[in-house]
Structures are given as C-alpha cells and as structure tokens.
C-alpha cells in the first residue's frame, strides 16, 4: 500500500538547501525546486531531496532516511517543482499512505500545454506503463487493458493563449509522468517537455520572430512547465485538515507572462 523506495544503504546526509513550508514533530512539507532529484537511484545517489532531508533531521535520532517506514510518502519528477509531505514517523507515513493510497489527498498542479482547448475541463483516462521503445518514457493503453495500471487526470483550463494553454490538473491516481503521458496522450504535450516531444514547435505560426519567442521561452524554462501547486491531507496525529500552496516557480510565472504579452499585447494586466 505504501510507497516504499529501496533506498542505498550507504545514503549520506547532505548540507543542500530546502524550502521547508510547514513542519512539525510528525512531518515536513517542503517545495521542491527544478533539477533536484527526489530519491536516490541510479546515478543520483548524491544531491537529491532525501539527502537534504537527512542533513535537515540529521539531529532527530529517530528518522533514518534509510528506513522505509519513514521518509517520502510520494514523489515529483527531477524537473517538476512544488509541494511534497515528508513523514518523520512511521505512524505518519502509515497515516498519509493510506491517505494517498484511498485518494483521499488533494493534489493539484499547474501545467503549460501546447495547444488550444475548446473545452473548459475534461478528464483523462488510460493505463500507464513503461514505454517498450523507452523506458526512461511511459505510454498511455486503453482504459481496462492488461497493459499498465491505471490512471485518471482532470484538468480545468485556467488560461488560453492559442497556442498554448494554461491548464490544472487534479490528480485522481498518481502514476509515474501520469499528467506528462496523459496529455502527450491526448495531443497537447507539456511546454518544453523533451521527453514527451514538447521541445517541438507544435502550434503557431512560420515566423522568424515566432521561433525566436518560442526558444526564448524554452531558455527560460528548459524544463516541462508543470508545478504542484497544492497539496492537502489530514495531518496524520490530529485529523486536522491541512492545505498548502506554492506560488508558480519563477521560470514558469515568466514564460505565462510572456505568453500573456505575445498574444494579448503589453496593455493585457499580469494576473
């Protein structure tokens, strides 16, 4: 039921820096920034969030970052930012994997999407397994198909700029790049996704002007624009109902702005 990564024995505590939103006795929450790695794997066994975590509980004699029983309850991709809940006690990572695992969590992200959509919100729904052709990619399958688990996205569109849109995403499951493959799926592929072909120029116009907004933004942000804006859970001691929320990390806040300011002009107000 529990999400419970093998974590190398030898992990080190490391002096990395952390924007810590909330913590108490039983948890932390904190807002991972693009580029740190959540857990260690291969060829990351150095720099990642547990090893930040570990030199940040360093002193609390009762959290070993090596010890499934504590830790990380879920994860974000390297390159996608936002909010992640820590538990420092076995009971609070009981607590808050049955909590993810009934879907009684509130995740919801942020995310630049090639493309426009004419409707307001919609739902996704596929099984999701590693891709044969690429396993550092995963594939979406028909609903019900022995291939993958599965996996459902909502989304909302917050924001339209033709040819791309601003969208929230609600997660109903939590696969591995659930949202990334899911609207790879669908046709509208994460801004500045490379994995997923959003490196590509996929919507607008044949401009030499237009090519050089497109890879001034990629520049800005040379990453997928997705951010885990909220998270809320019961806090696994008190039952109180816990919600958090991070502003757009800068690289995206800039690239929406400029997207504002392509299609509707200087005058449009920032919002």
Not at 81 to 87: P, Q
Not at 154 to 166: A, K
Request: some cysteine.
């Amino acid at each position: 039921m529990l999400n419970r990564p093998q974590y190398d024995s030898t992990i080190e505590a490391e002096e990395i820096p952390l924007e810590i939103v909330y913590e108490d006795a039983d948890l932390l929450v904190v807002n991972k920034h693009a580029g740190m790695v959540v857990h260690p794997g291969a060829g990351n066994f150095h720099g990642t969030l547990i090893n930040a975590i570990a030199w940040h509980l360093k002193d609390l004699e009762s959290f070993n970052p090596n010890d499934p029983d504590v830790g990380l309850v879920h994860r974000i991709d390297k390159n996608t930012t936002g909010l992640l809940v820590i538990a420092k006690t076995p009971d609070a990572k009981t607590s808050l994997g049955k909590q993810f695992f009934n879907k009684t969590t509130s995740r919801k992200y942020k995310a630049l999407v090639w493309g426009n959509f004419t409707e307001d919100d919609g739902r996704i729904e596929g099984n999701i397994a590693r891709d044969p052709t690429d396993r550092l990619r995963m594939k979406v399958y028909p609903a019900g198909d022995e291939q993958g688990k599965p996996a459902v996205t909502h989304y909302r569109v917050v924001e339209r700029f033709g040819y791309t849109t601003l969208l929230e995403c609600v997660l109903e499951t939590g696969r591995t790049h659930q949202i990334r493959a899911h609207m790879k799926h669908i046709g509208h592929p994460l801004f500045g996704d490379e994995r997923y072909g959003g490196t590509a120029i996929l919507r607008g116009i044949r401009s030499n002007s237009y090519r050089t907004f497109i890879f001034n933004c990629f520049s800005i942000c040379n990453r997928q624009a997705l951010h885990a804006q909220t998270l809320g859970f019961r806090h696994p001691r008190t039952g109180e109902q816990m919600n958090f929320t991070s502003e757009l990390p800068e690289d995206l806040a800039t690239i929406v702005q400029k997207w504002r300011t392509y299609i509707y002009g200087s005058a449009q107000k920032e919002k």
